[in-house]
């Protein structure tokens, strides 16, 4: 899929103060969530329920342990990077970024994580359950827009042991060739939901809307979600995962603490029934009517798939697994 150079353009991008979820303008805040989701595949939160106090610890913590502990081994690999750039190696399929992953569920590594001090921890578990929390929200209001009773999205996760569930906790520092490598490539999203807390003072995030970049813009304490390749299964296509892609820059440190609420590894990934039949009609394109457009499949095969093709498009990704499909055997 030849994805398209052009800078970001500066568009409308979606933002929702979930506080109007609580009052009359309730309505008007749904129907903005559901347009985003089918159409941008990226939406932002404000006054999600996560204390502000909480996400400025997090942020200071993370800061200081890329400065203490990742930064000079970083500085090593962007110097090879450079050098091999410059003799005219092709960089692209490299990612310049220092990152590291925090599991939560099913059974969390956190305290298995070298160089993590007993405060960071701490300040991580508890931002980690703010942020399950909010991503169980963010399903239900999806089960609400789409018709679908409430937990449906949650169960559709759940598998034998739960959902996965973890952090990658990641810098972009600063990069001063932005013209010969990424931030990180050009890629949908995996699994289910996924709640980014990004950088409010340096940009880089953008995705790809009608052929063109735009920025997810940088906004204080905001929340950042967007739909993962799962929920386009799950929702028969009605809400889209969408490529996105981080800039480098010459200035600036960007963090970036991306939660991925994702279905269990033996969960089995199907449309809603109830987005396949009739009464779904009115949202589909002519001729999709009672058809589920995508397969059946284990999540866990999918991400077997996606591993090895991370960077590409994902249709490639749907067809092979209706290709490889076969009967599923369900309790």
Known sequence: ???????????????????????????AAMEVIHDACKNWGFFELLNHGIS????????????AHYAACREDK?????????????????????????????????????????????????VMKEFASEIERLAEKVLD????????????????????????????????????????VDGLRAHT??????????????SGLQLLKDGAWVEVPPMRHAIVVNIGDQ????????????????????????????SFYNPGADAIIFPAPALVGA????????????????????FEDYMNLYVRHKFEAKEPRFKAMKADAAPIATA
Request: proline residues 6%; glycine residues 8%; charged residues 25%.
């Open 279 to 298: 009464a779904d009609a009115a949202e589909r394109n002519e001729g999709e009517e009672g058809t589920a457009v995508y397969p059946r499949f284990v």
């Open 74 to 122: 970083f500085k090593e690999f962007a110097a090879r990077t450079l050098e091999a750039g410059e003799k005219g190696a092709d960089v692209k399929d490299v990612d310049w970024e220092s990152t590291f992953f925090v599991r939560h569920l099913p059974a969390s590594n956190l305290a298995d994580l070298p160089d993590l001090d007993h405060h960071y921890r701490q």
């Open 189 to 202: 999203d995996a699994g289910g939901v996924i709640l980014l807390f990004q950088d409010d003072q340096v």
């Open 52 to 63: 502000h106090k909480l996400m400025d610890e997090v942020e200071r913590v993370s800061k």
């Open 231 to 258: 929920l386009e299964v799950i929702t028969n296509g009605r809400y889209k995962s969408v490529m996105h892609r981080v800039l480098t820059r010459p200035d600036g440190n960007r963090m970036s603490i991306a």
């Open 141 to 180: 209001l999806l089960c609400e827009n789409l018709g679908l009773e409430q937990g449906y999205l949650k169960r559709a996760f759940a598998g034998s042991r739960g959902p996965t569930f973890g952090t990658k906790v990641s810098s972009y520092p600063p990069c001063p060739r932005p013209d010969m």
């Open 1 to 27: 899929m030849a994805i398209p150079a052009n800078a970001a353009v500066s568009l409308n991008f979606p933002v929702i103060n979930m506080e109007k979820l609580e009052t009359g303008e309730r309505g």
